[in-house]
């Protein structure tokens, strides 16, 4: 079960710091992601991290804004957003998968509630 949370209102240029929380004893042998699907639109890769945290996969649009990271003795996945533009506003999911790369494919195994990320200008 994956438990999102960190989500808000933000004017243009802050930052928020996304959380997903993971239950189960294997946190640290799956990769986890962040996907985002904004009003009207398909739902987004954002980013992906593998198990130890070694490799990560940023969609163009956030590369170098955004940065995930994980703490697998709390089971948890982070995504750091700085420098937030109106088109950042969206609902973020995280989600679980075998791999790093297979997510950053859009292929997951578990999937979290999503939070809602909405940016001012």
């Known amino acids: 079960q994956l438990q999102a949370s960190g989500g808000g209102l933000v004017q243009a240029g802050g930052s928020l710091r996304l959380s997903c929380a993971a239950s189960?004893?294997?946190?640290?042998?799956?990769?986890m992601g962040w996907f985002r699907q904004a009003p009207g639109k398909e739902r987004d890769f954002v980013a992906s991290?593998?198990?130890?945290?070694?490799?990560?996969y940023y969609a163009d649009s956030v590369k170098g804004r955004f940065t995930i990271s994980r703490d697998n003795a709390k089971n948890t996945v982070y995504l750091q957003m700085n420098s937030l533009k109106p088109e950042d506003t969206a609902v973020y999911y995280c989600?679980?998968?075998?791999?790093?790369?297979?997510?950053?494919?859009?292929?997951?195994?578990?999937w979290g509630q999503g939070t809602l990320v909405t940016v001012s200008s």
């Open positions: 189960g004893s294997t946190f640290s042998g799956y990769g």
């Open positions: 989600a679980g998968g075998s791999s790093s790369y297979r997510l950053r494919l859009g292929k997951y195994d578990y």
């Open positions: 991290i593998s198990g130890s945290g070694t490799t990560t």
